[in-house]
């Protein structure tokens, strides 16, 4: 059996810590990658919504799930020996590999087989673990941090703007952090 990643939160505290840890470092993602697109104060407006921040933020957060990946045998194996847990499983049954997260604050593993693409079915299973648990479990982190977030971006690069006015040199030469 083979484990990756280093988020396994045992709680939901623990999960909503981790979810909403993960909300500034995907702010700073995508603010960096608007200015290395070099986004003008407008486009950043327009471009730039809570729904983009809201998303960098779930990739960001499923990117650290603990995954178990093996056989069919040790993930029913596992299943034996946590018989309280529901489980999720897409994919088909009768494939020989599969890959597993377990929620422990919520008695639920979520598993996605596959056959010869491991790392296919990890970016599967953590997209299935967030919407079928965290999603489920964390609900109303989704937006409103991130279009809060993002009104006050939108409105520092505005200022920013200002600032330089009718020398407009773009949006990462005036040394802001938008």
Same mark, same amino acid.
């Given at each position: #059996?083979?484990?990756?990643?280093? !988020?396994?939160?045992?709680?939901?505290?623990?999960? &909503?810590? *981790?979810?909403?840890?993960?909300?500034?470092?995907?702010? +700073?993602?995508?603010?960096?990658? *608007?200015?290395? #697109?070099?986004?003008?104060?407008?486009?950043?407006?327009?471009?730039?919504?809570?729904?983009? %921040?809201?998303?960098?933020?779930?990739?960001?957060?499923?990117?650290? !799930?603990?995954?178990?990946?093996?056989?069919?045998?040790?993930?029913?194996?596992?299943?034996?020996?946590?018989?309280?847990? /529901?489980?999720?499983?897409?994919?088909?049954?009768?494939? /020989?590999? %599969?890959?597993?997260?377990?929620?422990?604050?919520?008695?639920?593993?979520? =598993?996605?087989?596959?056959?010869?693409?491991?790392?296919?079915? %990890?970016?599967? !299973? &953590?997209?299935?673990?967030?919407? +079928? %648990?965290?999603?489920?479990? !964390?609900?109303?982190?989704?937006? $409103?941090? =991130?279009?809060?977030?993002?009104?006050?971006? &939108?409105?520092? =690069?505005?200022?920013?703007?200002?600032?330089?006015? $009718? @020398?407009? &040199?773009?949006? @990462?030469?005036?040394?802001?952090?938008?």
């Amino acid at each position: #059996m083979r484990t990756e990643g280093t !988020l396994a939160p045992d709680t939901h505290e623990e999960a &909503r810590e *981790a979810f909403e840890a993960a909300g500034p470092v995907a702010q +700073r993602v995508v603010r960096e990658t *608007a200015r290395a #697109m070099a986004f003008d104060p407008e486009e950043y407006r327009e471009r730039v919504t809570g729904a983009v %921040v809201s998303t960098a933020r779930d990739v960001l957060f499923s990117s650290r !799930l603990r995954v178990h990946s093996g056989t069919r045998a040790e993930f029913d194996e596992w299943c034996a020996d946590h018989d309280a847990y /529901e489980v999720v499983e897409v994919g088909s049954p009768n494939v /020989e590999r %599969v890959v597993w997260h377990p929620a422990p604050f919520v008695e639920r593993v979520v =598993a996605a087989s596959y056959q010869d693409e491991r790392d296919a079915a %990890v970016e599967i !299973l &953590r997209r299935q673990a967030l919407g +079928r %648990v965290y999603r489920v479990e !964390l609900d109303g982190l989704d937006g $409103a941090a =991130a279009t809060d977030t993002v009104a006050a971006e &939108r409105a520092e =690069a505005d200022s920013a703007a200002g600032e330089r006015g $009718a @020398d407009e &040199r773009g949006p @990462d030469t005036d040394g802001s952090d938008r």
